[in-house]
Protein backbone atom coordinates (compact mmCIF):
# COMPACT_ATOMS: atom_id res chain seq x y z
CA UNK A 1 0.00 0.00 0.00
CA UNK A 2 1.28 3.26 -1.03
CA UNK A 3 -0.38 6.32 0.40
CA UNK A 4 -3.81 5.03 1.22
CA UNK A 5 -3.93 3.13 -2.11
CA UNK A 6 -3.75 -0.91 -2.71
CA UNK A 7 -0.90 -0.33 -5.67
CA UNK A 8 -2.53 -3.57 -7.33
CA UNK A 9 -6.07 -1.80 -8.05
CA UNK A 10 -4.37 1.41 -8.95
CA UNK A 11 -2.30 -0.69 -11.51
CA UNK A 12 -5.82 -1.20 -13.15
CA UNK A 13 -6.25 2.11 -14.54
CA UNK A 14 -3.98 2.18 -17.88
CA UNK A 15 -5.10 -1.78 -18.61
CA UNK A 16 -8.89 -0.60 -18.50
CA UNK A 17 -8.22 2.87 -20.43
CA UNK A 18 -6.14 0.64 -22.81
CA UNK A 19 -9.10 -1.68 -23.27
CA UNK A 20 -12.44 -0.01 -22.77
CA UNK A 21 -11.17 3.62 -25.00
CA UNK A 22 -8.02 3.18 -26.82
CA UNK A 23 -8.09 -0.16 -28.01
CA UNK A 24 -12.16 0.66 -29.23
CA UNK A 25 -10.80 3.84 -31.32
CA UNK A 26 -11.97 6.04 -28.49
CA UNK A 27 -8.86 8.15 -27.70
CA UNK A 28 -5.38 7.62 -29.27
CA UNK A 29 -3.67 7.19 -25.42
CA UNK A 30 -3.97 8.05 -21.88
CA UNK A 31 -2.16 9.38 -19.36
CA UNK A 32 -3.19 9.51 -15.64
CA UNK A 33 -1.61 11.25 -12.84
CA UNK A 34 -2.39 10.67 -8.96
CA UNK A 35 -1.14 12.52 -6.20
CA UNK A 36 -1.98 11.99 -2.79
CA UNK A 37 -0.42 12.74 0.84
CA UNK A 38 2.94 14.97 -0.33
CA UNK A 39 3.73 12.19 -3.74
CA UNK A 40 2.98 10.69 -6.60
CA UNK A 41 0.65 7.63 -5.87
CA UNK A 42 0.24 6.68 -9.41
CA UNK A 43 1.51 7.39 -13.12
CA UNK A 44 0.70 5.20 -16.03
CA UNK A 45 0.14 6.01 -19.76
CA UNK A 46 -1.05 3.58 -22.52
CA UNK A 47 -1.39 3.89 -26.42
CA UNK A 48 0.19 7.15 -28.84
CA UNK A 49 0.37 10.85 -28.97
CA UNK A 50 0.31 10.16 -32.61
CA UNK A 51 -1.43 7.36 -34.68
CA UNK A 52 0.05 7.99 -38.24
CA UNK A 53 3.53 8.67 -37.07
CA UNK A 54 3.31 5.56 -34.70
CA UNK A 55 4.95 8.08 -31.85
CA UNK A 56 4.34 6.23 -28.22
CA UNK A 57 2.62 8.09 -25.60
CA UNK A 58 5.67 9.57 -23.19
CA UNK A 59 5.72 11.01 -20.04
CA UNK A 60 6.69 14.70 -21.30
CA UNK A 61 3.79 14.61 -24.11
CA UNK A 62 2.44 18.20 -24.13
CA UNK A 63 -1.66 18.24 -24.97
CA UNK A 64 -4.44 20.91 -25.77
CA UNK A 65 -5.70 21.34 -22.47
CA UNK A 66 -8.37 23.49 -23.70
CA UNK A 67 -11.02 24.21 -20.87
CA UNK A 68 -8.84 23.13 -18.15
CA UNK A 69 -7.21 26.79 -18.79
CA UNK A 70 -10.09 28.30 -17.29
CA UNK A 71 -9.51 27.44 -13.75
CA UNK A 72 -5.96 29.12 -14.15
CA UNK A 73 -7.60 32.16 -15.99
CA UNK A 74 -9.97 32.54 -12.93
CA UNK A 75 -6.92 31.87 -10.45
CA UNK A 76 -5.15 34.89 -12.18
CA UNK A 77 -8.42 37.57 -11.60
CA UNK A 78 -8.75 36.15 -7.96
CA UNK A 79 -4.98 37.92 -7.67
CA UNK A 80 -6.22 40.87 -8.82
CA UNK A 81 -9.22 40.46 -6.44
CA UNK A 82 -6.59 39.78 -3.44
CA UNK A 83 -5.02 43.25 -4.59
CA UNK A 84 -7.57 45.20 -4.59
CA UNK A 85 -8.28 45.86 -7.79
CA UNK A 86 -11.35 44.34 -8.46
CA UNK A 87 -13.90 42.64 -6.69
CA UNK A 88 -16.63 40.10 -7.52
CA UNK A 89 -19.65 42.12 -7.33
CA UNK A 90 -18.31 44.79 -9.74
CA UNK A 91 -20.67 45.53 -12.33
CA UNK A 92 -18.89 44.30 -15.51
CA UNK A 93 -19.48 47.77 -16.88
CA UNK A 94 -16.97 49.35 -14.87
CA UNK A 95 -14.26 47.95 -16.84
CA UNK A 96 -16.48 46.91 -20.14
CA UNK A 97 -18.71 50.27 -20.53
CA UNK A 98 -19.97 48.75 -23.92
CA UNK A 99 -21.70 46.39 -22.02
CA UNK A 100 -24.29 48.60 -20.85
CA UNK A 101 -26.07 48.52 -23.82
CA UNK A 102 -27.12 44.58 -23.62
CA UNK A 103 -30.25 43.02 -23.63
CA UNK A 104 -31.96 39.65 -22.97
CA UNK A 105 -32.78 37.37 -26.22
CA UNK A 106 -36.47 37.71 -26.91
CA UNK A 107 -36.68 36.63 -30.74
CA UNK A 108 -35.97 37.33 -33.86
CA UNK A 109 -32.44 37.09 -35.83
CA UNK A 110 -29.11 38.31 -36.90
CA UNK A 111 -29.58 41.64 -37.26
CA UNK A 112 -33.13 42.02 -35.76
CA UNK A 113 -32.77 40.71 -32.36
CA UNK A 114 -35.87 41.53 -30.08
CA UNK A 115 -34.34 42.26 -26.48
CA UNK A 116 -35.44 42.92 -23.04
CA UNK A 117 -33.91 45.10 -20.28
CA UNK A 118 -31.69 42.38 -17.86
CA UNK A 119 -33.09 41.94 -14.75
CA UNK A 120 -29.83 42.89 -12.54
CA UNK A 121 -26.72 43.68 -14.25
CA UNK A 122 -23.52 41.84 -15.11
CA UNK A 123 -21.43 41.21 -12.15
CA UNK A 124 -17.77 39.94 -12.27
CA UNK A 125 -19.03 36.98 -10.33
CA UNK A 126 -21.55 36.19 -12.94
CA UNK A 127 -18.40 35.66 -15.21
CA UNK A 128 -16.66 33.24 -13.03
CA UNK A 129 -19.89 30.82 -12.42
CA UNK A 130 -20.86 31.26 -15.86
CA UNK A 131 -24.16 32.91 -14.61
CA UNK A 132 -23.43 35.92 -17.29
CA UNK A 133 -25.85 35.36 -20.01
CA UNK A 134 -23.18 34.54 -22.64
CA UNK A 135 -22.78 31.61 -24.51
CA UNK A 136 -20.82 29.29 -27.07
CA UNK A 137 -21.42 29.31 -30.61
CA UNK A 138 -21.06 25.17 -30.43
CA UNK A 139 -24.40 25.08 -28.07
CA UNK A 140 -26.17 25.22 -31.12
CA UNK A 141 -29.33 25.52 -29.34
CA UNK A 142 -30.24 29.24 -29.62
CA UNK A 143 -30.39 31.80 -32.93
CA UNK A 144 -27.59 34.06 -30.29
CA UNK A 145 -25.21 31.34 -30.50
CA UNK A 146 -25.69 30.68 -33.83
CA UNK A 147 -24.06 34.42 -34.80
CA UNK A 148 -21.62 33.58 -32.22
CA UNK A 149 -20.72 30.45 -34.76
CA UNK A 150 -20.94 32.79 -37.74
CA UNK A 151 -18.69 35.40 -36.15
CA UNK A 152 -16.14 32.61 -34.35
CA UNK A 153 -16.31 34.40 -31.14
CA UNK A 154 -13.45 33.65 -29.05
CA UNK A 155 -11.48 32.17 -32.01
CA UNK A 156 -7.81 32.14 -31.65
CA UNK A 157 -7.43 33.78 -35.38
CA UNK A 158 -9.34 36.79 -34.21
CA UNK A 159 -7.64 39.58 -35.84
CA UNK A 160 -7.50 42.08 -32.91
CA UNK A 161 -7.29 39.48 -30.47
CA UNK A 162 -9.24 39.90 -27.08
CA UNK A 163 -10.31 44.06 -27.12
CA UNK A 164 -12.19 42.30 -31.16
CA UNK A 165 -14.07 39.67 -29.20
CA UNK A 166 -15.15 42.46 -26.46
CA UNK A 167 -16.67 44.61 -29.26
CA UNK A 168 -17.86 41.86 -31.47
CA UNK A 169 -19.93 40.51 -27.66
CA UNK A 170 -21.04 44.35 -27.51
CA UNK A 171 -22.95 44.24 -30.59
CA UNK A 172 -25.27 40.95 -29.45
CA UNK A 173 -27.59 39.80 -27.31
CA UNK A 174 -27.43 37.87 -23.59
CA UNK A 175 -29.26 34.56 -23.54
CA UNK A 176 -30.72 35.39 -20.37
CA UNK A 177 -30.64 37.52 -17.59
CA UNK A 178 -27.30 37.72 -15.29
CA UNK A 179 -27.90 35.38 -11.89
CA UNK A 180 -30.35 33.68 -14.18
CA UNK A 181 -29.16 30.83 -15.21
CA UNK A 182 -25.94 28.88 -15.42
CA UNK A 183 -24.58 28.03 -19.06
CA UNK A 184 -20.92 27.00 -20.51
CA UNK A 185 -19.99 30.53 -21.88
CA UNK A 186 -17.21 32.74 -23.40
CA UNK A 187 -17.29 33.95 -20.17
CA UNK A 188 -13.48 33.07 -19.18
CA UNK A 189 -12.60 34.52 -22.13
CA UNK A 190 -14.16 37.82 -21.23
CA UNK A 191 -12.38 37.29 -17.59
CA UNK A 192 -8.82 37.23 -19.47
CA UNK A 193 -9.80 40.28 -21.33
CA UNK A 194 -10.46 41.89 -17.54
CA UNK A 195 -7.10 40.52 -16.27
CA UNK A 196 -5.64 41.94 -19.20
CA UNK A 197 -6.92 46.28 -18.53
CA UNK A 198 -6.78 45.53 -15.02
CA UNK A 199 -3.09 44.66 -14.82
CA UNK A 200 -1.67 46.67 -17.97
CA UNK A 201 -0.04 43.31 -18.89
CA UNK A 202 -1.03 41.49 -22.06
CA UNK A 203 -3.16 38.41 -20.70
CA UNK A 204 -0.74 35.78 -21.47
CA UNK A 205 2.36 37.86 -20.25
CA UNK A 206 -0.03 37.90 -16.82
CA UNK A 207 -0.08 34.26 -16.92
CA UNK A 208 3.56 33.25 -17.60
CA UNK A 209 5.06 35.68 -14.96
CA UNK A 210 2.81 35.51 -12.36
CA UNK A 211 1.16 31.89 -12.68
CA UNK A 212 3.31 29.55 -15.19
CA UNK A 213 6.74 30.85 -13.99
CA UNK A 214 6.26 31.29 -10.30
CA UNK A 215 4.90 27.65 -10.65
CA UNK A 216 7.51 26.26 -12.68
CA UNK A 217 4.77 25.10 -14.91
CA UNK A 218 8.22 25.03 -17.74
CA UNK A 219 5.91 23.43 -20.77
CA UNK A 220 2.52 25.34 -20.59
CA UNK A 221 1.91 28.23 -23.02
CA UNK A 222 -0.56 29.46 -25.70
CA UNK A 223 1.68 27.65 -28.33
CA UNK A 224 4.18 25.01 -28.87
CA UNK A 225 7.68 26.20 -29.95
CA UNK A 226 9.38 24.65 -32.60
CA UNK A 227 12.26 22.51 -30.12
CA UNK A 228 9.16 20.82 -28.10
CA UNK A 229 7.18 20.13 -30.93
CA UNK A 230 8.10 16.24 -30.99
CA UNK A 231 6.42 16.13 -27.73
CA UNK A 232 3.20 17.52 -28.97
CA UNK A 233 0.37 15.35 -29.10
CA UNK A 234 -1.83 15.07 -32.50
CA UNK A 235 -5.82 15.71 -31.58
CA UNK A 236 -8.36 13.16 -32.61
CA UNK A 237 -12.24 13.73 -33.38
CA UNK A 238 -14.44 10.80 -33.86
CA UNK A 239 -17.06 10.72 -36.26
CA UNK A 240 -19.27 8.06 -37.58
CA UNK A 241 -17.64 5.75 -35.35
CA UNK A 242 -13.92 6.22 -36.38
CA UNK A 243 -11.19 8.21 -34.65
CA UNK A 244 -10.13 10.87 -37.32
CA UNK A 245 -6.96 14.03 -37.34
CA UNK A 246 -8.34 17.06 -36.02
CA UNK A 247 -5.16 18.59 -35.53
CA UNK A 248 -1.98 17.38 -36.87
CA UNK A 249 0.62 17.88 -34.09
CA UNK A 250 3.54 19.32 -36.59
CA UNK A 251 1.04 21.40 -38.88
CA UNK A 252 -1.18 22.57 -35.62
CA UNK A 253 -3.02 25.52 -34.99
CA UNK A 254 -0.71 25.86 -31.62
CA UNK A 255 2.40 26.02 -33.90
CA UNK A 256 2.78 30.35 -33.17
CA UNK A 257 1.06 32.86 -30.51
CA UNK A 258 -2.71 33.16 -31.53
CA UNK A 259 -3.84 36.22 -32.55
CA UNK A 260 -6.37 35.71 -29.37
CA UNK A 261 -4.98 34.24 -25.97
CA UNK A 262 -8.04 32.28 -25.23
CA UNK A 263 -8.22 32.60 -21.29
CA UNK A 264 -11.12 29.55 -21.83
CA UNK A 265 -9.35 27.19 -23.75
CA UNK A 266 -6.10 28.29 -25.07
CA UNK A 267 -3.58 26.53 -23.06
CA UNK A 268 -0.99 23.45 -23.87
CA UNK A 269 0.97 21.97 -21.55
CA UNK A 270 2.16 18.96 -19.62
CA UNK A 271 0.46 16.12 -17.11
CA UNK A 272 3.35 17.14 -15.07
CA UNK A 273 2.54 20.49 -15.06
CA UNK A 274 -0.89 20.40 -14.42
CA UNK A 275 -0.34 18.80 -11.39
CA UNK A 276 1.46 21.45 -9.90
CA UNK A 277 -1.64 23.93 -10.46
CA UNK A 278 -3.44 21.15 -8.74
CA UNK A 279 -0.92 20.85 -6.39
CA UNK A 280 -1.06 24.65 -5.67
CA UNK A 281 -4.85 24.93 -5.42
CA UNK A 282 -4.17 22.08 -2.60
CA UNK A 283 -1.82 23.45 -0.81
CA UNK A 284 -4.80 26.74 -0.45
CA UNK A 285 -2.93 28.71 -2.76
CA UNK A 286 0.74 27.37 -1.87
CA UNK A 287 3.15 25.46 -3.77
CA UNK A 288 7.00 24.57 -2.66
CA UNK A 289 7.03 28.01 -1.25
CA UNK A 290 5.33 30.05 -3.57
CA UNK A 291 2.21 31.22 -2.55
CA UNK A 292 -0.02 32.95 -5.55
CA UNK A 293 -3.48 33.03 -3.41
CA UNK A 294 -4.46 33.07 0.37
CA UNK A 295 -5.63 30.16 2.20
CA UNK A 296 -9.26 31.84 2.43
CA UNK A 297 -9.57 32.79 -1.54
CA UNK A 298 -8.68 29.51 -2.91
CA UNK A 299 -11.47 28.65 -0.26
CA UNK A 300 -13.45 31.01 -1.60
CA UNK A 301 -12.88 29.51 -5.50
CA UNK A 302 -13.81 26.01 -4.45
CA UNK A 303 -17.38 26.48 -2.78
CA UNK A 304 -20.39 26.43 -4.75
CA UNK A 305 -21.41 30.31 -6.06
CA UNK A 306 -24.68 29.36 -7.98
CA UNK A 307 -27.24 31.20 -6.23
CA UNK A 308 -29.18 29.45 -3.45
CA UNK A 309 -26.51 26.52 -3.32
CA UNK A 310 -28.20 24.99 -6.75
CA UNK A 311 -26.71 22.44 -8.85
CA UNK A 312 -26.40 22.91 -12.57
CA UNK A 313 -29.17 20.56 -13.29
CA UNK A 314 -31.15 23.34 -11.64
CA UNK A 315 -29.76 26.46 -13.46
CA UNK A 316 -29.37 25.33 -16.75
CA UNK A 317 -32.02 26.49 -19.45
CA UNK A 318 -34.07 25.00 -21.92
CA UNK A 319 -32.97 22.68 -24.07
CA UNK A 320 -30.02 21.78 -21.92
CA UNK A 321 -26.21 22.42 -21.93
CA UNK A 322 -23.38 21.87 -22.45
CA UNK A 323 -20.68 21.05 -19.63
CA UNK A 324 -17.14 19.41 -18.72
CA UNK A 325 -18.56 17.44 -16.13
CA UNK A 326 -21.32 15.44 -14.70
CA UNK A 327 -24.42 17.73 -13.84
CA UNK A 328 -25.56 15.72 -11.37
CA UNK A 329 -25.36 16.29 -7.41
CA UNK A 330 -22.60 19.37 -9.03
CA UNK A 331 -22.71 23.19 -8.17
CA UNK A 332 -19.93 25.91 -9.35
CA UNK A 333 -17.60 28.11 -7.94
CA UNK A 334 -15.38 30.20 -9.48
CA UNK A 335 -13.90 28.26 -12.65
CA UNK A 336 -14.23 24.87 -10.73
CA UNK A 337 -17.07 22.58 -11.02
CA UNK A 338 -18.00 21.41 -7.09
CA UNK A 339 -19.27 18.66 -5.63
CA UNK A 340 -22.50 18.69 -3.08
CA UNK A 341 -24.33 15.62 -3.32
CA UNK A 342 -21.93 12.71 -3.72
CA UNK A 343 -24.70 10.24 -3.93
CA UNK A 344 -26.28 12.35 -6.48
CA UNK A 345 -23.63 11.82 -8.68
CA UNK A 346 -23.73 8.21 -8.43
CA UNK A 347 -20.04 8.06 -8.11
CA UNK A 348 -17.74 7.68 -5.16
CA UNK A 349 -16.14 10.45 -4.43
CA UNK A 350 -16.01 13.84 -1.16
CA UNK A 351 -18.24 16.80 -1.13
CA UNK A 352 -16.38 20.13 -1.80
CA UNK A 353 -14.31 18.18 -4.54
CA UNK A 354 -13.58 19.96 -7.34
CA UNK A 355 -12.58 19.37 -10.69
CA UNK A 356 -13.07 20.71 -14.76
CA UNK A 357 -11.95 19.08 -18.22
CA UNK A 358 -10.93 19.95 -21.31
CA UNK A 359 -12.74 19.63 -24.92
CA UNK A 360 -10.30 16.89 -26.25
CA UNK A 361 -11.20 14.78 -22.90
CA UNK A 362 -8.51 15.89 -20.74
CA UNK A 363 -9.38 16.59 -16.69
CA UNK A 364 -8.37 16.69 -13.20
CA UNK A 365 -10.17 16.69 -9.91
CA UNK A 366 -9.02 17.47 -6.74
CA UNK A 367 -10.39 16.11 -3.32
CA UNK A 368 -9.20 18.55 -0.29
CA UNK A 369 -10.48 15.71 2.39
CA UNK A 370 -8.65 13.19 0.85
CA UNK A 371 -5.59 15.63 0.28
CA UNK A 372 -5.70 13.94 -3.30
CA UNK A 373 -5.14 15.54 -7.11
CA UNK A 374 -5.79 13.30 -10.20
CA UNK A 375 -4.84 14.52 -13.54
CA UNK A 376 -5.84 12.82 -16.54
CA UNK A 377 -4.40 13.43 -20.51
CA UNK A 378 -5.68 12.50 -23.75
CA UNK A 379 -6.28 13.90 -27.50
CA UNK A 380 -9.52 13.43 -28.56
CA UNK A 381 -12.35 15.20 -29.27
CA UNK A 382 -15.38 12.67 -28.75
CA UNK A 383 -18.90 12.73 -27.66
CA UNK A 384 -19.77 14.47 -24.46
CA UNK A 385 -21.80 11.78 -23.07
CA UNK A 386 -18.59 9.69 -23.72
CA UNK A 387 -16.19 12.15 -22.03
CA UNK A 388 -18.46 11.81 -19.20
CA UNK A 389 -18.31 8.46 -18.80
CA UNK A 390 -14.50 8.45 -19.59
CA UNK A 391 -14.10 10.68 -16.06
CA UNK A 392 -16.88 8.69 -14.43
CA UNK A 393 -14.81 5.60 -14.95
CA UNK A 394 -11.53 7.24 -14.24
CA UNK A 395 -13.05 8.37 -10.65
CA UNK A 396 -14.72 4.98 -9.69
CA UNK A 397 -11.21 3.50 -10.72
CA UNK A 398 -9.11 5.89 -8.46
CA UNK A 399 -11.47 6.05 -5.38
CA UNK A 400 -12.20 2.23 -5.21
CA UNK A 401 -8.30 1.58 -5.16
CA UNK A 402 -8.41 3.87 -1.65
CA UNK A 403 -7.55 1.47 1.28
CA UNK A 404 -7.81 4.20 3.84
CA UNK A 405 -9.97 7.31 3.90
CA UNK A 406 -9.90 10.94 5.48
CA UNK A 407 -13.17 11.65 5.08
Given at each position: ????????????????????????????????????????????????????????????????????????????????????????????????????????????????????????????????????????????????????????????????????????????????????????????????????????????????????????????????????????????????????????????????????????????????????????????????????????????????????????????????????????????????????????????????????????????????????????????????????????????LVYSAMTESFA
Amino acid sequence: MTAGFSIAKLDRIAPFMAAHYVEPGFIPGAMTLVWRRGAVAHFSMTGSIDLARGTAMREDAIFRIYSMTKPITSVALLMLVEEGKVALDDPVTRFIPGFADLGVYVDGGEGAFGTSQPSQPMRVMDLMRHTSGLTYGFMNRTPVDAVYRKLAISDPGTQGGLPAMIAALEKLPLEFSPGAAWNYSVSTDVIGYLVEIISGQRFADFVRSRILTPLGMVDTDFFVPEDKRHRFAACYAVRDGRMELYDDSQKTMFGSPPRLESGGGGLVGTAQDYLRFCRMLLGKGELEGTRLLGPKTVALMTMNHLPDGKFITQMMPSGGAFSETNYRGVGFGLGVSVTQDVAATGIPGSVGEFAWGGMASTAFFVDPKEDMAVVFMTQSLDTQDRRVRLRRDLRTLVYSAMTESFA
